[in-house]
């Protein structure tokens, strides 16, 4: 689902960068044309992303989703985390999980709260303002 929301929010970021009195708005249904995914994925995942501050409905005439804060603001980090719950790579990096068959004798458990943090970080050098734009490929001659 990570992958979907991204995509979700990217296009969110494309109706709704203005800012000001006449900020777009766009629909969950509109959300779900633009990126080919179905409606109800797209409505489980608006509610998602709503419930972790990064989409707010607007009710009322012209109302639809806008993004609750700029895209610059929204990294690819929130948008994960936001749908999938905390990045680890791994369920043992969770120290309330103990449902792994090798964890007593795992020499590599205690790196994974490192190795996820630097996971993290990565992901949240991506702002959702980069995530929306089109990539330019350079010209080769």
């Known amino acids: 689902m990570a992958d979907y929301a991204v ?3 990217s296009a969110a970021a494309r109706h709704c960068g203005r800012h000001g009195p006449h900020e777009a708005r766009i ?7 633009e990126t080919g995914l179905p409606a109800p994925t797209v409505q489980k995942l608006v509610s998602k992303l709503s419930a972790a501050g990064l989409l707010k409905a607007v009710r ?3 109302g639809g989703l806008k993004l609750a804060r700029p ?4 990294t690819l980090a929130d948008i994960v985390e936001a749908v999938e719950g905390p990045i680890a790579l791994t369920p043992c990096s969770d120290n309330g999980r103990h449902d792994c ?3 007593h004798a795992c020499a590599v458990r205690p790196h994974w709260p490192e190795v996820d943090a630097a996971l993290r970080d990565a992901l949240a050098g991506f702002s959702l303002i980069q995530l929306s ?3 330019v490929q350079p010209v080769n001659p």
């Open 7 to 9: 995509v979700t929010m």
């Open 27 to 33: 629909s969950a249904q509109q959300l779900a044309e």
């Open 60 to 62: 009322g005439a012209g």
């Open 71 to 74: 895209a610059a603001a929204i």
């Open 101 to 103: 068959t090798l964890e």
């Open 133 to 135: 734009r089109p990539l």
